[in-house]
């Protein structure tokens, strides 16, 4: 019986990794057709649990952000799995906000993975306590950031305003002896978000966390957030974005948004309470943002007009679903800071 239910258990993963690579395939060509009504769905999505954050960190637009903040219903979550599954292949649960003093996260995890979402999330560890390490590690969590950005208090305290380096380097100690204690198949890297403040302790903080670190360059959200870097020149003309084409960011009140770079509630696409996700990904709305993406009309649009924009890379984007993506790009021996929105 048990041999019969493992042969079960590898078909269905083995249909699920057919049907993702066809949905991929299907996107990667409307784009190239320049099509604005699309045949495939959202491959990859950002769901925000909450926009509450403990921290005001300078390299974050939360400080900034105008927005009511909130916390998801966890009716308004399963709505939004549901009619993503079975195509949506992996999730961040986060966004603009610490997901951690979500009460429920385990249940969210538990449901988005018993739908065949592989789930990911992001935590500033000030709320990884020994419950909520548990919780994550038991819940079927795939791959975690723990975000700490500095190897000494006095860094942390300048970048990680409001935090404690002492309460959060135990943290994710306790984190990573928990891990080895408990069955899991969870992936976790330790991040920093390298800047001017603490580009000097990248070392320091890679022997720290040998084997699990992630350097990532600092961005400034299309040129919202103003930081000591300079935002890529306006080239004459530029590839449509593949965002608008493979995925969406959800806020917690069910507002959809075109990608992780809108915090506030710009270019708005639809509303999950009232409407199907089906209907927000083919609506009037998105296909707008498509067209004036494949007719370089961005200029008049907030956020896409200020963003160097990230292309579909084609064949590399059908070859491998999205988690892989997600842990080849985070799990990587090198110290160079890597770029990107997630």
Same mark, same amino acid.
């Given at each position: 019986m048990a041999t019969q239910v493992a042969e079960l258990d590898l078909s269905s993963a083995a249909s699920a990794c057919a049907l993702w690579r066809r949905n991929r395939t299907t996107l990667v060509h409307d784009l190239d057709? $320049?099509?604005? #009504?699309?045949?495939?769905?959202?491959?990859?999505?950002?769901?925000?649990?909450?926009?509450?954050?403990?921290?005001?960190?300078?390299?974050?637009?939360?400080?900034?952000?105008?927005?009511?903040? $909130?916390?998801? #219903?966890?009716?308004?979550?399963?709505?939004?799995?549901?009619e993503s599954a079975p195509y949506l292949e992996f999730a961040y649960l986060h966004h603009l906000g610490e997901s951690l003093v979500v009460r429920r996260i385990g249940e969210f995890i538990r449901y988005g993975r018993s739908r065949g979402v592989a789930m990911g999330l992001s935590t500033n560890a000030t709320f990884l306590d020994a419950q909520k390490s548990r919780l994550l590690l038991e819940s079927g969590l795939d791959f975690l950031v723990i975000s700490l950005d500095a190897a000494s208090a006095e860094t942390y305290q300048r970048i990680r305003v409001g935090g404690d380096f002492a309460t959060t380097l135990a943290n994710t100690q306790r984190f990573f002896a928990l891990k080895e204690s408990i069955a899991n198949h969870t992936t976790v890297v330790v991040q920093m978000i390298v800047m001017e403040g603490n580009r000097h302790e990248i070392d320091d903080f890679a022997k720290t966390w040998q084997g699990h670190v992630m350097i990532k360059e600092v961005r400034d959200w299309a040129g919202q957030v103003p930081l000591s870097i300079r935002s890529p020149q306006r080239v004459e003309k530029l590839p449509p974005c593949r965002m608008p084409w493979t995925e969406i960011t959800v806020l917690w009140d069910g507002t959809v948004v075109p990608c992780a770079n809108h915090f506030e509630k710009l270019n708005v696409l639809g509303d999950l309470r009232t409407q199907s996700l089906v209907d927000v990904w083919n609506g009037s709305r998105m296909q707008e943002m498509r067209r004036v993406h494949l007719q370089d009309e961005v200029a008049r649009i907030p956020v896409c007009a200020t963003c160097s924009r990230h292309a579909m890379e084609g064949q590399d984007f059908i070859a491998v679903d999205q988690l892989t993506q997600r842990l080849r790009s985070y799990v990587r021996s090198d110290l160079t800071p890597r770029p990107g929105l997630s």
């Open positions: 057709a $320049g099509r604005t #009504r699309v045949r495939g769905m959202p491959a990859h999505m950002k769901i925000e649990l909450t926009n509450f954050c403990n921290l005001a960190c300078p390299m974050c637009p939360h400080p900034q952000m105008q927005r009511a903040v $909130g916390t998801m #219903r966890e009716s308004l979550f399963r709505k939004i799995i549901d």
